[in-house]
């Protein structure tokens, strides 16, 4: 099985497996900075789809796996933070 790393930093079997859609919103969404809803900052640093996210936190704090619209909507929370903060 050969792989190609293609410098977007995906790995896939061949080039026909690569969604144009999905690179072209990987582009756009690597970046992208909201507020949660504790009010924290915080930014996509990597897009591998929709429902594959990973988010990090003004406080250095990084999450996989999380949905896109969950992002939009501010609310993927920060599981480090301390309730006290």
Not at 2 to 26: C, F, M, W
Not at 55 to 68: A, H, L, Q
């Amino acid at each position: 099985m050969n792989t190609e790393n293609l410098s977007v930093g995906l790995v896939v079997k061949n080039y026909r497996e690569i969604n144009p859609r999905t690179l072209r919103a990987r582009e756009e969404r690597i970046g992208m900075k909201n507020h949660n809803n504790q009010g924290i900052l915080m930014e996509i640093i990597d897009y591998n789809g929709f429902n594959d996210v990973t988010v990090k936190f003004d406080d250095g704090s990084i999450v996989y796996k999380r949905i896109f619209s969950k992002f939009v909507a501010g609310k993927i929370n920060n599981p480090f933070l301390s309730e006290d903060d």
